[in-house]
Nanobody, 121 residues
Framework: QVPFVESGGGLVQPGGSLRLSCTGSGRTIDNLAMGWFRQAPGKEREFVAYISQSGISVNYTDSVVGRFTISRDNAKNTMYLTMNSLKFEDTGVYYC??????????????WGQGTQVTVSS
């Protein structure tokens, strides 16, 4: 089973933008807290952004504040991460995940394939 499908990654120059999508596969996301995480080669997976079930509450890691925007469209069963002013340090595989609340979301241990984001000049 593949619960979520990430897409939208690619190769961009520093300062460029990308919009990632996370779509539920075989499940509905409207009752779930969701978030984006990323992992660079040789690094631990890190939290990037969180969004509540309703989309009203959001939270970001300090390094992306003011540049990334997390959003969701429950009618489309999709969550998004809009990334602007991309930096070399943003390079990595981006994953989405979900749980019934924020605390459990941060404790998730299973992941999908992710989508590769490469920022290079």
């Amino acid at each position: 089973q593949v619960p979520f499908v990430e897409s939208g990654g690619g190769l961009v120059q520093p300062g460029g933008s990308l919009r990632l999508s996370c779509t539920g596969s075989g499940r509905t996301i409207d009752n779930l807290a969701m978030g984006w995480f990323r992992q660079a080669p040789g690094k631990e997976r890190e939290f990037v952004a969180y969004i509540s079930q309703s989309g009203i509450s959001v939270n970001y890691t300090d390094s992306v504040v003011g540049r990334f925007t997390i959003s969701r469209d429950n009618a489309k069963n999709t969550m998004y991460l809009t990334m602007n002013s991309l930096k070399f340090e943003d390079t990595g595989v981006y994953y989405c995940n979900a749980a019934v609340n924020r605390r459990l979301l941060m404790e998730r241990k299973t992941w999908g394939q992710g989508t590769q984001v490469t920022v290079s000049s």
